[in-house]
């Protein structure tokens, strides 16, 4: 951390801060230049209940030292997250998730190979969801999506069958051997998810839902943590770090577009977030074009661009019935367009030297 | 609700929109232009699970028209929400909370007088506490916050004392004759946080929580509902639809600073979210410039303009020595620079007709 | 266009609408519904001074319906756009580029081969330019980029060699066969350029530099309109509009990231605009990855996207030796990272079907 | 500015660092902390062609330095600006503008008192200009806004009368007795506006139009730059920085909202620009409430908080009959609503201890 005195800060404020890192059991190493003096923070700045081996700096220690009298600003140096960082982690971290449907029983996210995730937003009707993971399995999906608890930003909407919702799921499972991922949206239901799913997923909304969080870093299922539709990519790891440092390793990242100016689309699908997070982070990283993109016909263009760029899955929305849906069927594939999609796909994927999981 | 179809649609594409309406029990009104068609939907497209009078545009539906072979685009006419909307209650909503040191016992927030609200980011100490709570009051503040649970970007970060910071807070009321506004951060908090406090807060992350919006909604406590950081207005009162729909109707909406490109504050605080929030809505709307800025010496100016602007109240952060606030330190106001705003605030409000509630 | 008048408007209101349309030559046609009234209206809302044939809301009008007691809102429901959209023209526009080095003699871009662009950020010296034109020449660029007149945020930075840059740039492409892209900046600069250069650009700057638009508009080159960084993908098309209707047909748009929250990368390169823009206009459609990133580790996953995506063209800044450029080192590459990309970028066109045209 | 290296960056990337710095004639100081080193930069970085005694980073450099290997970060110490700077002018600039209506024949922009401009968007007939200013003139403002020339979003609007609506601008200046300010929009209209209007306009699309500022700033008429829609206030200072270090000082800058994801607003003003300009910069800073919400009734309270925020003058627009407005109807305030308007403006300026300059 490096503290920026203001232009012309007089001795004593810069003595100030010498005392006030002092009473840290910190020490400031004092660089007086031509026009200003930087101070260095030597010493852990960490905080005192971090695991041992983990630095950063305490948010609160940042903010004290920007408002001290004649500080003009607080530049951190290292990175406020580490359990999810590359920098301490350099290899990739994979995730196993099992799926009955291929030879080895089970499909790993983050490795060579590319994985398909698809299937209806909501679980509406047991035949709405066979129909879905039936055609989606023979296209080549390995796990199925499906929401049993859908987030409604109108208190009007459909929010989901609940726990039936997960029977069908599991049902699906037993009947097409796919492995299940689904929303969980409140710490009280993350017991009863973990009985049908095999990924939770942690939606955009609930990406700083930190008792959602650590309860779900309590367990140990594998973890999709979709990106907020506004958070930094530093604040998505970071979310990534509480779960963490409950000790669930099997963190993916989603990215499922962002908030921005433009309303031609819902979000904005922030494609260089696959690369960035790979460069910051050893953790998987995923995308969903449906969310991302609100448009049924940008889904395809925005899968191959996901490919090309380095996601290690994809997450899909396939509904038999689009104009039927009861939430996102304008998003939505039908069964014809995602066997269109599934080879076009492949080809992208083998122009980059990957391959996708399908059997 | 309006469908605009592309310019060259065939008839094929417009009957088939006709009879998906005529499926859903509504009828499309055709409006054959030079360049495309228009059609207008007609009858009622609200939900069916909605009390009765209650219309509006069932989210799926405006989704599945999107989607339709032909449609460019559906136009929504209507507004989402219904009782937090000014076009169906005209009146402003009030909320009174219980005050023992003011001479009714109660103040009002949405009506005449103008609100202040102070007291540290974080409970930290008994004594910090005290101290504030005194100053503040004295000051002229008649409620009194602090977080006993709070949000952490980090999980590293500082995440307050729990029920025991309750604890204090009551103390606090109990000494002072301040009424107390808290976070409570999940459902299964919201019991234990109503024992202790007289006014439930809802921060920015957890806006379209939506487990929790039903929770607090309830109860029958007076909710501060702070916007989501990149929440748009309409999102704002759909939350607060939430809370409504539930039976609360004690529900005060917070500006506290939108999400944007600028660095320079913490985040932006968007002033105009004041009238416009009082066109759009009944609800009373109060603003928050210690977050809405991040910085001290911003605090003056934006309270300063809120009020201008017709804000019904400030929550403002104040600590007894900022320079050892455990989080939030840069933004929060000395006890004397609190005592010097007092009188600048108290002069705005008169310069618009009103006044601050102090005694 | 749809007037939207508020709920509980009166008769009054709706007759003071229905005089102002007629005031302008238009009608209204009555919707009453429960709730509000909806007029919609009819008639040529168009601009007099247009081209026969080519209507579209006069942006005035729009506005002051806006105003009128009692109007809600008003809703747009054509593009206001015309040469530039798809709806009119369905046939993909192409553009010619003379090239020497290419048996044909010419490129067209936006037909059905993809064309690489690259080249060094800024004409710094003749050494420098022309080893890089031959480094790119060798692995595959057909057309040589090279800023002569360099847009630069302080008054301090480098801003180009001006006419001596476009000499150098007319050497390198008599030596090396590459059409050759620059940036003009301003309308007085235009004619010098247009006798240098095969591809004018508009930077992203000047996307709204209307003076500068209608000045190239009247000349007949090849012009890569870049988007603002933060202009919606209407105001683009709106801004090509412009220059269409001066009379040059030869405009292809460049998306070179959008300004956003996120600060991991310069700018969020925004690759669902290459298929929206395709689907909402028929004019070709390129991507700059290296101003669209900031970062040389980004610029590989970003081509590959946009190529994946659909993108036309490629522009890709490459230096003989980026630790002293003058601008924009950190996101240019060195010559030996673009001969690696080169194929990697082939194979992922082959993957959609598409070639690079490079002799 | 400081450079980062990554954790574990090996020794011969460090030496490859300090080798660039030196031959930039620059130093590096090591600072080899636990998990990584950092290096500050000693020595004059700035540009040599700057006025003596102007330091400040070379925008090339910083870039290269990021991109060399190892390298993390580079941190930026210092501000890119210095005229513009109040660390290096800690005295308020103020801005002497002819006027003749007032007793003084000059009123001061950035002084003790608040000043009113107002007038219509754009100027359309002699009789819409001299009623909008023999009205605004009545109610107190003392310089008159009107365009002569408009950028149009769209080719096909209003784009203004030109030099005919300047010559009108000095018609009602010399009838009314104020000052008159008008947009230019391009170099060579730059002499042209100089003979007819007071203070020069540079438009929100046009604060990076780098020829415009260079070639304002070798004049010496009192500029008011707008802040780009999407810029940052840095980028904003560095604009009035081109302006300035051309020679003119009379730079005012005016904030008119920035481009947000909420759309209620057309523009989300903000307010808190006011007090942050100040902190950094000297010059005076001016609010246009009008472009900055796009809705009339937002335009009062936007005014209100601006004045409460510290704001030196308003810019307003004000139609006779804002319904037949050619442009911008929809917030452009009525006479009768600006006469309502002063008084409350008066009176907030008041409660900070500031007076409107009316006579």
Chains 1, 2, 3, 4 share one sequence.
């Not at 200003?36 to 004290?64: C, K, M, W």
């Not at 499909?107 to 398909?116: C, S």
């Amino acid at each position: 951390m490096i503290v920026v005195m203001k232009a012309h800060s007089n001795n004593e404020e810069i003595q100030h801060v010498l005392k006030f890192l002092q009473n840290h059991g910190l020490s400031g190493h004092l660089s007086q230049g031509v026009e200003r003096t930087v101070i260095g923070v030597l010493g852990q700045t960490g905080n005192a209940g971090l695991p041992s081996g983990i630095g950063g700096i305490t948010p609160g220690l940042e903010d004290s030292l920007e408002g001290l009298p004649g500080v003009d600003n607080v530049l951190r140096v290292s990175k406020p997250y580490k359990l999810a960082s590359r920098e301490f982690h350099p290899e990739n971290t994979t995730v196993e998730v099992p799926v009955a449907c291929v030879a080895d029983g089970s499909v790993t996210i983050g490795g060579k190979d590319v994985v398909m995730m698809a299937g209806p937003c909501t679980v509406e009707t047991e035949k709405q969801l066979m129909t879905a993971a039936e055609a989606v399995r023979k296209a080549g999906a390995v796990i199925l999506r499906g929401g049993a608890f859908k987030p409604s930003t109108s208190p009007y909407g459909f929010r989901g069958l609940g726990e039936k919702g997960l029977q069908l799921l599991a049902k699906a499972r037993h009947e097409f051997g796919m492995a299940v991922i689904t929303e969980v949206m409140t710490p009280s239901d993350v017991a009863m998810v973990c009985e049908y799913a095999d990924i939770l997923q942690i939606g955009t909304r609930n990406m700083q839902n930190y008792m959602l969080l650590d309860e779900i870093g309590r367990t140990n299922k594998p973890v999709v943590l979709k990106r907020g539709m506004s958070a930094t990519i530093e604040e998505w790891l970071l979310a990534a770090e509480y779960v963490l440092s409950q000790g669930n390793k099997n963190v993916i990242l989603c990215e499922r577009g962002i908030r921005t100016f433009e309303k031609a689309t819902r979000n904005t699908m922030d494609i260089s977030a696959i690369p960035v997070a790979k460069t910051l982070s050893h953790l998987p990283i995923i995308s969903d074009p449906s969310q991302g993109t609100g448009h049924r016909h940008l889904v395809g263009p925005m899968t191959l661009a996901s490919i090309a760029a380095g996601t290690d899955a994809l997450l899909i929305e396939v509904h038999p019935n689009p104009d039927e849906a009861l939430k996102d069927g304008a998003q939505s594939l039908t069964i014809q367009q995602f066997n269109e999609l599934m080879p076009q796909a492949q080809a992208v994927a083998h122009a980059i030297g990957r391959d996708f999981i399908t059997r």
